[in-house]
């Protein structure tokens, strides 16, 4: 499993910036994909021979909650979900109470505690360096997050126990999961699908610490379903937080092939769906959406509502919506077959000869136009990936490549083939780059 590194600390530390910069990228509030906006707060990170999942509890507040409560619910989240805590401290300010809350808070965990100490290029912070060794922790490293000083020996330290190859049993079972806002019926969904007469199931410890992945078997064939509405109860103050269970989610999409978006029906489409739905594509995974709680709505039919989904999410246009009850079982029995279906798709291979004729016949039709006296041209395609889909065009200057004759040669892929469910991804090559 990649282990997890959460940034903890006090507001206005730089656990943003520290974050962009491990990141490796700026990472922008509004993001490429159409309709999507969202706070980052987790990113896969390669350092070297390592991989780790990073948390800045920077992006995650209370509102309405005194600033401890706040404190409380970012070390919480760092300590349940962390193999490795950074705790960053401002050198030039120095030590204060409220870091102080954060050690009390720290204290708890056998997690490892790395005490990153920030803006240390500020002559202020070298007289201070030492005041913080009386946080009682074993490791500190200084570091400047804007200058770049200390943010090696920081990784260094940070990987210092992770393995760099893990062996991993490989499981070609189909692996899907359910993800959503707090209180959209997963668990409810979750224990429908595995109480219904003709699945069967049996428990195989997963390989997130919290959750179990059960094992259904339908048609004949077996599936994992991976649970991310969390076995243990959490207190109240986790309920308050929205993006803690987004942190959740984003682990159970990086195992899964399919990523189940439940929406609940009796609450309407929200903001934050949108988001949990734009990491899933983010990720190259097959998306479902599972309208929940259908039974509660009287005054709408499935037609006005599917109108709706696909007004709210035009940049997955391509993915099925299911209306089910997971509370009456109603409608159920359909979502399987459309896991089947996407699970399918979502490795489909494409001919290459087929995929040419219709890139060809959709070039003639629509010709694109020229700029600065050149023309687009497509001289070969060819599929070099699944999970999701790949496909490669080998052009004259893929600098002349519109963003919206990609989506042109996209959905014109979509019409001639069955894609379903699955985004997919087009690269364009210049063909001098292959000589």
């Given amino acids: 499993m990649i282990p997890t590194v959460a940034l903890i600390g006090r507001p206005n530390v730089g656990k943003s910036t520290l974050f962009n910069k491990i990141a490796g ?26 991989k780790f999942n990073l948390i800045d509890t920077g992006g995650i507040d209370v509102s309405k909650e005194i600033f401890n409560n706040e404190i409380k619910v970012q070390a919480e989240i760092a300590i349940e979900e962390a193999d490795v805590i950074v705790f960053v401290t401002d ?3 120095g030590l204060t109470h409220n870091d102080l809350v954060v050690r009390d808070l720290l204290r708890k965990t056998k997690k490892r505690v790395i005490v990153a100490i920030n803006k240390v290029d500020v002559k202020e912070a070298k007289d201070n360096i030492y ?16 200058h770049n000083t200390g943010y090696h020996d920081l990784l260094e ?19 899907f999961c359910m ?28 390989t997130t610490r919290d959750s179990i992945d059960s094992v259904v078997k339908y048609n004949k064939e077996e599936y994992v379903v991976i649970d991310t509405a969390g ?25 899964s092939d399919i990523c189940l978006v439940v929406i609940n029906a009796e609450e309407g489409i929200k903001e934050h769906d949108k988001h949990i739905a734009g990491y899933a594509i983010e990720k190259g995974k097959g998306l479902i959406f599972v309208v929940n709680k259908w039974d509660t709505v009287k005054d709408t039919t499935i037609n006005d509502f599917k109108k709706l989904m696909r007004a709210e999410f035009q940049f997955a246009p391509y993915a099925p919506i299911v209306f089910l009850s997971a509370l009456t079982k109603k409608r159920i029995s359909t979502l399987m077959p459309e896991v089947v279906k ?20 959709a070039y003639q039709l629509n010709i694109p136009p020229s700029y600065k006296g ?4 497509i001289y070969f395609v060819n599929q070099t990936g699944i999970k999701p889909p790949k496909f490669t065009f080998r052009v004259n200057d893929k600098g002349l490549v519109h963003f919206s004759y990609e989506r042109y040669l996209e959905n014109k892929i979509r019409e001639s083939f069955d894609l379903e469910g699955t985004p997919i991804t087009l690269q364009f090559k210049n063909r001098r780059d292959d000589d």
């Fill in 25 to 50: 990228k700026k990472i922008s509030i509004i993001e490429d994909t159409p309709g999507i906006t969202r706070d980052r707060i987790y990113e896969q990170v390669t350092y070297e021979k390592y």
């Fill in 91 to 93: 050198g030039k300010e």
């Fill in 131 to 146: 005041d913080f060794y009386e946080l009682g922790f074993d490791t500190y490293v200084p570091i400047s997050a804007i």
């Fill in 157 to 175: 330290t940070i990987c210092m126990d992770f393995n760099t190859h893990e062996e991993e049993i490989v499981d070609d079972r189909l692996k």
């Fill in 179 to 206: 993800i959503g806002r707090p209180n959209v019926g997963k668990s409810s969904l979750m224990n429908a699908l595995l109480n219904e007469e003709r699945v069967v199931v049996s428990n195989i410890a997963g």
């Fill in 231 to 255: 076995m243990r109860k959490k207190g109240k103050i986790f309920e308050s937080v929205e993006k803690y269970s987004l942190v959740r989610s984003m682990r159970a999409i990086d195992r």
């Fill in 342 to 361: 996407v699970g399918e798709n979502i490795k489909k291979e494409i001919k290459t000869n087929l995929l040419n004729n219709v890139i060809s016949d």
């Fill in 374 to 377: 050149k023309r687009l041209k």
